[in-house]
């Protein structure tokens, strides 16, 4: 009983530093909420990812496509998932494709995946990018190329994405997110 208690303290300690690691990396300064994990709802410990970039995407998205796996291998190079991305730039030999199309209004990205039925490990994954989504109500577009902050918001869609494919889930968030004691989330 003690045992399994000295083993769970760690394990969650390593999850709260993981997901501050993913939050300083998309640029929240301050974290006042925990990102709690999908048990074995990610790649595999040690896996490689080898990903491919439709060619739909332009070269600026492609850039941010890089971004994101590149912030996450650097992530994952100090946690214990040690998950790395690769391109494919053959686009032969993939389990995570980008892709581009259309998607609910006010949802600009969204992950699909393929999970192992024993384990529970992600075998392969797409995320989909909708670079004409718009807020809802309106004709503004979530990712304006020609507003300020377009060269990265793309890349935060995708390591938001991304982090669902490595096992994190959304966090709580209260029915009153004005209200809240301990700062928003």
């Given at each position: 009983?003690?045992?399994?208690?000295?083993?769970?303290?760690?394990?969650?300690?390593?999850?709260?530093?993981?997901?501050?690691?993913?939050?300083?990396?998309?640029?929240?300064?301050?974290?006042?909420?925990?990102?709690?994990?999908?048990?074995?709802?990610?790649?595999?410990?040690?896996?490689?990812?080898?990903?491919?970039?439709?060619?739909?995407?332009?070269?600026?998205?492609?850039?941010?496509?890089?971004a994101a796996a590149d912030a996450w291998n650097q992530a994952n190079s100090s946690n214990n998932s040690k998950v790395s991305f690769l391109e494919d730039t053959t686009g032969q030999n993939f389990s995570l494709e980008f892709i581009i199309g259309?998607?609910?209004?006010?949802?600009?990205?969204?992950?699909?995946?393929?999970?192992?039925?024993?384990?529970?490990?992600?075998?392969?994954?797409?995320?989909?990018?909708?670079?004409?989504?718009?807020?809802?109500?309106?004709?503004?577009?979530?990712?304006?190329?020609?507003?300020?902050?377009?060269?990265?918001?793309?890349?935060?869609?995708?390591?938001?994405?991304?982090?669902?494919?490595?096992?994190?889930?959304?966090?709580?968030?209260?029915?009153?997110?004005?209200?809240?004691?301990?700062?928003?989330?």
């Open positions: 009983m003690f045992d399994s208690f000295r083993f769970s303290k760690p394990r969650r300690v390593f999850g709260l530093i993981f997901c501050a690691q993913v939050l300083i990396l998309c640029g929240v300064s301050k974290v006042f909420a925990q990102c709690p994990a999908i048990t074995n709802h990610g790649w595999p410990q040690n896996a490689i990812v080898r990903y491919t970039i439709d060619n739909t995407y332009n070269d600026e998205q492609k850039r941010q496509v890089r259309p998607l609910q209004r006010g949802n600009p990205a969204q992950f699909a995946g393929t999970f192992d039925g024993t384990t529970g490990t992600v075998k392969t994954g797409t995320i989909t990018y909708d670079p004409n989504n718009t807020f809802p109500g309106t004709s503004t577009l979530i990712a304006d190329p020609s507003r300020p902050g377009y060269s990265t918001i793309v890349t935060k869609l995708l390591l938001h994405e991304m982090g669902h494919l490595m096992g994190l889930d959304h966090p709580f968030v209260p029915p009153d997110p004005c209200n809240q004691s301990k700062g928003a989330t």
